[in-house]
């Protein structure tokens, strides 16, 4: 097999912390043990041609092995998922089920989550920012209530540990300092053991070099 | 095969015009031929426990067969194109790219879309309603004018009519009477290509019989 090589920031706004979209893909690679190479991108070569061939909206991250060309963390993690054994349970049922929380931690968990960490940005100076964040912090209460309460004692979403359990701790650990997390213990322990991972732990070493400027990232 | 369930807004918001999430399911199993029964449910069955243990996050649409219980349409969808022939390549890379568009509809092009049906609703009395509706018509330009650029003059966004068109469209017909498709004629003509097939007009009908009261939907 190809070693693929996938896209990062060469400097992640996130200040190391590992909330960029590639550390999804790194995480995933680790966890099958898929060496990969890693080009790092600038903001404004991601807007360029060159890289939004690969990406049509300019963004990271990508996957690139042999001829095959991947955006978009989800499609990348399940593709490697698909091709190696210890991101989905083997049967039929339980694969479809591990999809289904994929989808939900990037279309149902993500956004309120997504658009409160730009709110925070975009919208700190404006008049309105407390009331924003308030309706911003309800709907993302919302669904963590919800998924703390399928959760329950469970170690993981559904059975053995998933490409969706992954995406979901990546999707959780975006809340940041917003303290939110915290208030569902449940959900706190759970981004815990994800983060307790070995394969995470290199995945966020490695990203970490790279926002220290120690990366040994082809470019 | 066990013909499949799904659920299904008893009253959809939208008033018949297809856009609940329901839509994308009924028109991926009329492109595969595959038929199926509904179970409408109201807004205060979807949040009681029977329905939660169908959908943790207490929505629509999801899809029962035999013992194998699923939620979110993306995963739903994806299940179906994968069972059946006609939604996505038979070759490995071309299948790859295929779902990498299905969650570049989700997670990319969808959130700022849905963000604004929803800030139309709840946030039109607010003193920041014009600005926030600007902010948000400007992320989803920022999306449509990239996807149109990669449309150019295909007929679908890579080789054949696949799901991740399917799910393209559906997101796209979200943005309804905002005017902001009508800005951009490749992809207008995009979606009315979608709207065109027969499967997607068989599945139109349907949920608008439901509208319309005279579904033969089980409940």
Chains 1, 2 share one sequence.
Do not use: C
């Not at 209530?145 to 969706?164: K, N, Q, V």
Request: hydrophobic share 40%.
């Amino acid at each position: 097999m190809t070693t693929p090589t996938i896209t990062a920031f060469e400097r992640s706004p996130d200040g190391g912390k590992g909330l960029a979209r590639d550390m999804r893909v790194r995480w995933a690679l680790e966890e099958v043990g898929q060496p990969y190479e890693v080009r790092l991108v600038s903001f404004a070569a991601m807007k360029e041609a060159e890289h939004r061939a690969r990406h049509p909206f300019g963004q990271i991250p990508t996957y690139e092995e042999a001829d095959l060309v991947l955006f978009e963390s989800g499609a990348i993690v399940l593709h490697i998922a698909e091709r190696h054994d210890g991101l989905l349970p083997r049967d039929t049922n339980g694969r479809a089920r591990a999809i289904a929380w994929m989808f939900a931690a990037l279309n149902t968990v993500e956004p309120p989550i997504f658009e409160r960490s730009i709110a925070t940005i975009l919208e700190k100076g404006e008049p309105w920012y407390e009331q924003r964040l308030r309706t911003l912090d309800k709907s993302i209460r919302t669904r963590l209530t919800d998924l703390s309460r399928r959760l329950g004692d469970a170690e993981w979403l559904d059975g053995t540990f998933s490409a969706g359990d992954l995406l979901m701790v990546t999707v959780l650990r975006r809340l940041g300092s917003s303290g939110i997390l915290e208030e569902y213990p449940t959900l706190s322990a759970y981004v815990a053991r994800g983060e307790a991972r070995p394969a995470y732990k290199r995945a966020f070493a490695d990203q970490f070099a790279v926002f220290e400027g120690s990366g040994k990232a082809q470019t």
